[in-house]
């Protein structure tokens, strides 16, 4: 199950906001509402902090802990890709040498568009 954090309970963010989402491709899957989430193996936003990308505002609804052995389908289409296997094949080429360990522990970020 999902641990869902308060503010008060989480560690400190290790980076900031600005980079969650930087890829010029992931930023493109956010505006079109394809990504809604992102996993850094940091924190990087508060529970209701706001990302701007491109002018559009979105604020992150949840952060929460997660092993990559819990990782499902539907986390990878939040992400922005069909399944699982196409979301760890991105990862996996965008680090080169890291394993994909089940027990590896990561942040997820949920974020949504902030209507005007």
């Known amino acids: 199950m999902e641990n869902q954090h308060t503010n008060d309970t989480l560690p400190p963010k290790t980076c900031s906001v600005e980079r969650l989402v930087t890829l010029p491709e992931d930023v ?36 929460y802990s997660q092993s990559l052995g819990e990782l499902t389908d539907e986390h ?31 942040w997820a970020h949920e974020f949504k568009p902030v209507k005007a």
């Open 28 to 63: 493109e899957k956010v505006l079109k509402g394809q990504k809604t989430a992102t996993r850094r193996n940091g924190r990087y936003a508060d529970i209701g902090e706001i990302m701007t990308l491109e002018g559009q505002d979105f604020v992150v609804e949840k952060v």
């Open 76 to 106: 990878a289409r939040q992400e922005g890709f069909e399944t699982l296997e196409d979301y760890k094949q991105s990862i996996l080429s965008m680090h080169a040498g890291m394993p994909w360990l089940p027990q590896m522990r990561v």
